[in-house]
């Protein structure tokens, strides 16, 4: 099981490059979203106040239209109305017969109930005259009759309800508008069904809902292509970086390949031009010695104090080679000293004059630190012997209240005109910033036609404390 849990989490471990593409698609990702979810919001909000100024629109005509029905239907009566006593029954029969007469449309027709809540008049729909309705109401429980008696006792307006359509018997939504005829106590109105309107209503909110959707995919469709893009961007920058990298990396491989060939063929041939030689005369020189000593010569002193001489002359060259490859005063005496011997022994191979100052370490350098500003210095005077041409080096090493610092000058050509040794040559000055950034150091490289300034900072971090003291921030070396 733990096994399993290990594996998993191995597998949902990003990579670098996984990480980084992530933090380049999510952010567009997310302002996607949020950018579609506030279009549609904003849509949707822009949508429902314009079907809803329609709705109120089309309802407005409707009910203009209701009360111009109404004014037509008394103008056919009133004259009747106008001339009659509240309880002239025929004028009541006669007016009751010109509303039944006047239907409209497929469902419009006039109702008349009185205020009791009996209906008088309903043409379409027989089976509610001479029956008394009070006290009904529709499915949503909108009182309907008792309303209706109640605004048109108030002289007449307009009441919105579900009612049966005449011509599905099915309940729909119904705008009607009623009047007061007070001497006779009748409500006498008309309704109109609002299904044309809704259904411009929902064929609008439908219209907007497909807008939105349709929003969607195109905001979709972009942060796609973008997500698309981006992720192919940063493959093919990937890909081309890894190839660079690659060849990079296979250049410098070659060049530490060569650069270690080189270094056992100079090694080599310092074994073999000078210990293999010395080694040889001191064989021969004690070989002659003796023969000499077999034959009782006097000379077999002389032949056996040359080849002491000569043994010397190995066991130098041998300790030579093994400062070169590692200064043992490097351990024991520390940087300044081992730098010291450097210099010299650089002044008495090449002649050119030297210059070197310092300050007492006392291995206040730890070692990665000390090997580092070695091979800086050996780096740097090599690149000098080699390429330089100059006449006169100068080598500081100090320390300070920020760390140590090491500063090599030369009177020399300077490093463009010899490119090769830096970073198109693969290692050089290369090697020598890579050893202080290794150390959170610096390396800082001036150079002209007057001569080169290198100099390298080690951090405070890498100097150690006196024996028997803490480190302290600050404390100069």
């Known amino acids: 099981m733990r096994a399993g849990v290990t594996r998993l989490r191995r597998a949902l471990r990003l990579s670098y490059g996984q990480k980084i593409y992530l933090l380049a698609t999510l952010p567009l990702v997310v302002a996607a ?61 006669k007016v009751a017969q010109i509303l039944a007469a006047m239907i ?58 579900l ?52 929003t969607f995919q195109w905001i979709a ?8 893009f981006v992720f192919a961007s940063g493959m093919g920058i990937t890909i081309r970086e890894r190839r660079l990298a690659d060849a990079k990396l296979k250049k410098l491989t070659q060049r530490i390949i060569d650069t270690q060939e080189e270094e056992r063929g100079r090694v080599a041939r310092e074994l073999h031009d000078s210990i293999s030689q010395i080694l040889v005369g001191v064989r021969y020189t004690l070989d002659l010695a003796r023969r000499r000593l077999g034959l009782g010569d006097p000379r077999a002193e002389e032949s056996l104090s040359t080849g002491i001489e000569r043994l010397n002359g190995a066991i130098g060259e041998v300790r030579r080679i093994s400062r070169d490859l590692r200064p043992g005063v490097l351990d024991d005496l520390g940087l300044g000293p081992a730098l010291q011997s450097l210099v010299e022994e650089f ?36 690149n000098i012997e080699k390429h330089s041409g100059a006449t006169r080096i100068r080598l500081v090493v100090r320390g300070h209240k920020q760390g140590a610092m090491l500063r090599i000058e030369d ?67």
């Open 411 to 477: 009177d020399g050509c300077g490093i463009g005109a010899t490119r090769e040794d830096t970073a198109e040559g693969g290692l050089g000055l290369r090697n020598m910033a890579e050893r202080m950034e290794q150390l959170d150091g610096s390396l800082r490289v001036l150079s002209s036609s007057s001569g080169t300034v290198i100099e390298a900072q080690v951090p405070l971090s890498h100097m150690l404390p006196p024996a028997g003291q803490a480190p302290k921030t600050g404390t100069t070396a």
């Open 347 to 382: 002044g008495r191979r090449t002649g050119i004059r030297t210059e070197f100052e310092t300050v007492v370490f006392r291995n206040r350098l730890d070692q990665e630190a000390k090997i580092a500003l070695y091979r800086i210095a050996q780096e740097a005077l090599t």
């Open 221 to 228: 469709a972009i942060a796609l292509g973008a997500v698309l």
């Open 33 to 93: 979203a949020a950018i579609a979810v506030l279009v549609a919001n904003q849509s949707r909000a822009l949508a429902e106040r314009e079907i809803a100024g329609l709705e109120a629109q089309l309802i407005a005509v409707k009910k203009e239209e209701l009360r111009n029905y109404i004014s037509l239907a008394r103008t056919a009566f009133n004259a009747i109305y106008g001339n009659a006593l509240p309880d002239d029954e025929a004028a009541k029969t």
């Open 104 to 161: 409209y449309g497929q469902d419009g027709y006039f109702f008349v109930y009185d205020y009791d809540g009996t209906n008088i008049v309903a043409p379409r729909q027989t089976w509610l005259i001479n029956r008394n309705w009070a006290g009904t109401t529709d499915a949503e429980g909108t009182p309907v009759v008792d309303e209706l008696i109640r605004i048109a006792r108030q002289g007449g307006g307009y009441h919105s309800y």
């Open 163 to 214: 009612w049966p359509k005449p011509s599905t018997g099915e309940p729909a939504q119904m705008v009607s508008y009623v009047v007061g005829l007070q001497d006779w106590r009748w409500a006498v109105g008309t309704g109109v069904f609002l299904d044309d309107v809704l259904g411009s209503v929902a064929a609008a909110r439908a219209e907007t809902e497909a807008r939105v959707r349709r």
